[in-house]
T-cell receptor, first 109, second 114 residues
Framework: QQPVQSPQAVILREGEDAVINCSSSKALYSVHWYRQKHGEAPVFLMILLKGGEQKGHEKISASFNEKKQQSSLYLTASQLSYSGTYFC??????????FGAGTRLFVKA | KAGVTQTPRYLIKTRGQQVTLSCSPI?????VSWYQQTPGQGLQFLFE???????NKGNFPGRFSGRQFSNSRSEMNVSTLELGDSALYLC?????????????FGPGTRLTVL
């Protein structure tokens, strides 16, 4: 069962905000978020764990609702460099890893 | 710290041939996962290796196999190539594959099957 991401695509102007959602029909114990730019490999953004713990490398915030099995990624004051495809999914190891289909984000000047 | 490296970066093969792809994880990382990425199917998990053992496997036919060496380097093999195997193959390494540790992707190997 692939996590469902919404929206499928979004176009923003620089400085605008966006929210990308990820929901799963399977129990999620943690959610990993990645961003992939065209022609490049996915880059780690955030880990959200049960209990509210978060781990990330960029100025991006996210939330994880364990009961609803949903996660949301909040992109505020978007920059041109935020453009890319965002994926959510569980981590590898221990259980089957299925990524969401991705949300395409395009930020224009 | 050097990142995840994959070789070769590009490969062209014909149907029926076999191919071996290589992945060197970040130093100290013991978990290596392999993914197939295509425009139609997105990012799909192939398998994960930890300490030379396949720990998790995705939904791919037996033509796809892998192994991990004692230095954590991993290889993926695809036998009897089909046109549909054309894809970007990504490997990713993690300290131990646990849910609280991030995963780092390599640049990928672009495989074209003619």
């Amino acid at each position: 069962q692939q996590p469902v991401q919404s929206p499928q695509a979004v176009i923003l102007r620089e400085g605008e905000d966006a929210v990308i959602n990820c929901s799963s029909s399977k129990a999620l114990y943690s959610v990993h978020w990645y961003r992939q730019k065209h022609g490049e490999a996915p880059v780690f953004l955030m880990i959200l764990l049960k209990g509210g713990e978060q781990k990330g490398h960029e100025k991006i915030s996210a939330s994880f609702n364990e009961k609803k099995q949903q996660s949301s990624l909040y992109l505020t004051a978007s920059q041109l460099s935020y453009s890319g495809t965002y994926f959510c999914g569980p981590p590898p190891g221990g259980f089957k890893t299925i990524f969401g289909a991705g949300t395409r984000l395009f930020v224009k000047a | 710290k050097a990142g995840v490296t994959q070789t070769p970066r590009y490969l062209i093969k014909t149907r029926g041939q076999q191919v071996t792809l290589s992945c060197s994880p970040i130093s100290g990382h013991r978990s290596v996962s392999w993914y197939q990425q295509t425009p139609g199917q997105g990012l799909q998990f192939l398998f994960e290796y930890f300490s030379e053992t396949q720990r998790n496997k995705g939904n791919f036919p037996g033509r796809f196999s892998g192994r991990q060496f004692s230095n954590s380097r991993s290889e993926m093999n695809v036998s009897t190539l089909e046109l549909g195997d054309s894809a970007l193959y990504l490997c990713a390494s993690s300290l131990d594959g646990k849910e609280y540790n991030e995963q780092f992707f390599g640049p990928g190997t672009r495989l074209t099957v003619l």
